[in-house]
């Protein structure tokens, strides 16, 4: 079997971004797999909370486009993408909307950790192009504003 040949455009791209990089995207698809149990739960007819439904499909659409973000940059910076298994969530029933809620709001801290963790990894890596992407890939930003909508929606649980 033959090798993969290097790519040309790695640069200064240390493998354990890129492992890591891989590493966030799954946790992405993970998260919007989640979310979307959550979402499809909420739709069905003998739950038939819509707005709850509505909230967590665009969660799930998001967390999807993060991975893609990050696909698009393992690409760009000449990583290879290794995706690994998806988990399944950890239940089906998601029981109400503030136990779904308060499940949501651990997996947002869940996903900003790792995105801090890789942010921390890639300054001591000396990585500022990854550095960069992740300040501006609105990740940070944006999983800051979600740990805030859902923390407003479940004070209870700070």
């Not at 659409?61 to 696909?71: D, F, G, P, Y």
């Not at 990583?79 to 298994?85: N, V």
């Not at 136990?99 to 963790?117: G, I, P, R």
Request: glycine share 4%; aromatic share 10%.
């Amino acid at each position: 079997m033959a090798t993969a040949q290097p790519s040309q455009v790695l640069q200064n791209y240390h493998p354990d971004c890129e492992a890591a990089i891989n590493g966030q995207i799954c946790l992405e698809l993970y998260a919007s797999y989640v979310y979307m149990s959550m979402a499809y739960y909420f739709d069905r007819a003998d739950v038939a909370l819509k707005h709850f439904f509505q909230l967590f499909l665009q969660q799930s659409r998001q967390k999807r486009e993060h991975a893609e973000r990050l696909m698009q940059l393992q690409n760009q910076r000449g990583g290879r993408l290794r995706l690994g298994d998806i988990k399944k969530p950890d239940r089906d029933d998601w029981e109400s909307g503030l136990k779904a809620m308060e499940c949501a709001l651990q997996l947002e801290k869940n996903v900003n950790q790792s995105l801090l963790d890789l942010h921390q990894l890639a300054t001591d890596k000396a990585d500022p192009h990854l550095c960069h992407f992740l300040e501006n890939f609105t990740s940070i930003l944006c999983h800051w504003r979600s740990l805030l909508h859902f923390g407003q929606l479940c004070p209870s649980t700070y």
